[in-house]
């Protein structure tokens, strides 16, 4: 992501990654205000990011056993938005080298009509040299994750208050 911190604001995209994951205690604090449900806690998610909204980029633990760079990259939008963006760690690089965030990918139809992707060559080089199996446009990327957990929207939606 040191990439990717390099070039915030310079791409059009509006997502920040953060150095390390949210403490547990700090996801479960935002999890809880996000859901309005004090029952829960954050322990399924590891965010790594957000955009300038506040919303959040996170693995979402849905695969049990699983490494982390195996587990579905999700956002979790201030307003409510929520998206599986892609199926794993591998996606997700291509999707930032295509020249989408999280939020471009969860809410291509409320995209400002002006902005369009552009390959950031830096990110695709990375993809290219730690996903090289996972390389595809970002639509099928987004295309794949939504299809493999179709109930991602209702299961949270479930959990709010």
Not at 141 to 148: G, K, L, R, S
């Amino acid at each position: 992501m040191a990439v990717r911190l390099d070039r915030i604001g310079e791409d059009g995209v509006d997502f920040e990654p953060h150095e390390s994951f949210l403490s547990a205690d700090e996801t479960t604090d935002w999890f809880r205000a996000w859901t309005g449900n004090d029952d829960l806690d954050g322990d399924a998610f590891r965010v790594f990011g957000q955009d300038g909204t506040g919303g959040y980029a996170a693995f979402w633990l849905a695969r049990p056993g699983q490494e982390l760079a195996d587990q579905p990259v999700v956002f979790l939008g201030s307003e409510g938005e929520t998206a599986v963006v892609a199926r794993d760690l591998g996606a997700f690089l291509w999707l930032l080298a295509d020249g989408y965030g999280p939020w471009e990918a969860a809410a291509s139809y409320g995209a400002d009509p002006d902005w369009a992707p552009h390959r950031i060559q830096a990110l695709a080089t990375i993809a290219e040299q730690y996903a090289p199996h996972s390389r595809a446009p970002a639509a099928s990327i987004v295309t794949q994750a939504t299809e493999e957990f179709p109930d991602f929207d209702g299961t949270i939606l479930n959990l709010c208050r």
